[in-house]
């Protein structure tokens, strides 16, 4: 496959009606819920990622944009998992400190951050931005050091778009797994108060990797400081790999208050 056009035209010879009613449900598209509006074909995620393997790394980047900004829920993931493919080849340990790897990923995190709101559902967010995004705040590149990359990480937390919120805490899944805590621990605090539970399961989750994978002591740092004030859903979530008897503890503290969403059970 060599166009977007084709991509296109191959997925939607696969669409499932009876999945795609499943996957609106479960994707929230009903008037009033956040994914509302979106339009699926109803393929399952391994499906569409055969499509990225067909595509292969010979791709042209210049046509991924046709897929992002396409009408169906799985053409647009294939466009980001695209994206994911060709920043991950450009990113490995021979590669981090090239020029011309550098280029490239910096021209695929260009892409990224210019279609960001395409990804406009939790999965599009969560199977891509780590991958992409979260990598790159490690590595070497032209478009600016440390505090450029804390701007535009600053910028996604502040943006109205739940999406772009969501990016600038998942992104801290990969910075955690190498074992930097710091933008897991940003971004949580900034998004501490968030009224989405959306959001809530997001910062808990990171938080719960960065314990994992950097220090639970750290983890029960940020708890003691900041418990009190968390939704008890993101506390949950922050505190599921401990001890039970610790997570009794924890969740014995004073309850923080409700907001409108944080009693729903969303991914």
């Known amino acids: 496959m060599t166009s977007a056009q084709e991509i296109i035209h191959y997925m939607e010879s696969q669409r499932n009606d ?21 339009e699926f074909l109803g393929l399952k995620v391994p499906q569409t990622r055969e499509v990225v393997k067909l595509a292969g790394q010979g791709f042209p980047l210049p046509e991924v944009p046709a ?14 998992l695209i994206l994911v493919s060709k920043f991950e080849k450009q990113a490995t340990k021979r590669l981090e400190n090239n020029p011309d790897a550098i280029a490239k990923r910096d021209e695929i ?11 406009n559902n939790w999965d599009l967010v969560d199977l891509s931005v780590h991958k992409i995004l979260g990598h790159w705040l490690l590595l070497p590149s ?10 535009v990480l600053d910028d996604l937390a502040a943006s109205p778009c739940l999406w772009k919120q969501r990016m600038s805490i998942v992104c801290s899944w990969m910075t955690s797994r190498k074992g930097d805590p710091f933008w897991c621990l940003r971004y949580a605090e900034i998004h501490l108060h968030h009224p989405h539970d959306l959001m809530h399961k997001a910062v808990g989750w990171m938080l719960r990797e960065m314990g994992k994978q950097v220090s639970m002591n750290l983890l029960r740092e940020f708890l003691r400081q900041h418990a009190h004030e968390m939704p008890r859903t993101m ?29 729903r059970e969303n991914p």
């Open 67 to 80: 897929l992002l900004t396409n009408r169906w829920h799985e053409v647009r993931l294939c466009g980001f």
């Open 142 to 151: 032209n478009l600016g050091d440390r505090d450029y990359k804390l701007k």
């Open 109 to 119: 995190v260009q892409m990224y951050l210019q279609y960001a709101e395409q990804a």
């Open 18 to 38: 009876e999945q795609r009613q499943i996957l609106m449900g479960f994707f929230k598209t009903a008037p009033g819920e956040y994914g509302y509006g979106d």
């Open 235 to 263: 506390l949950r979530y922050a505190i599921e790999k401990m001890p039970e008897a610790e997570r009794k503890e924890w969740m014995r503290g004073p309850s923080p208050i409700a907001t409108p969403h944080s009693q």
